[in-house]
């Protein structure tokens, strides 16, 4: 299993981003995914999920502002970010059952 996630970048207070990850050795639309985020100088933490059905749910401190998709066709995995803060400042992965993958850095200025 390969994971790539991209889409990072620089954003104001507010902004929205949105991340891929790009998924080879599995089919996106069969298994559930996971999107993490690890801040500057802190442990990783969760953001998100989508079961095999499509049923997604958010950690507390995202839950409204980011929206987890998937493109069956493409074979990626989506993060829609919305009203980022600077707390939101992170780099972010995507998972499939510890495989991690390179993740990709999101800095919300404020």
């Known amino acids: 299993v390969q994971l790539q996630a991209s889409g990072g970048g620089l954003v104001q207070t507010g902004g929205s981003l949105r991340l891929s990850c790009a998924v080879s050795?599995?089919?996106?639309?069969?298994?559930?995914m996971d999107w993490y985020r690890q801040p500057p100088g802190k442990q990783r933490e969760f953001v998100g999920f989508?079961?095999?059905?499509?049923?997604?749910d958010y950690a507390d401190s995202v839950k409204g502002r980011f929206t987890i998709s998937r493109d069956n066709a493409k074979n990626t995995l989506y993060l829609q970010m919305r009203n980022l803060k600077p707390d939101d400042t992170a780099v972010y992965y995507c998972?499939?059952?510890?495989?991690w993958g390179q993740g990709t850095l999101v800095t919300v200025s404020s």
């Open positions: 998972n499939f059952r510890d495989n």
């Open positions: 050795g599995i089919s996106v639309s069969m298994n559930g």
């Open positions: 989508v079961t095999p059905n499509g049923r997604t």
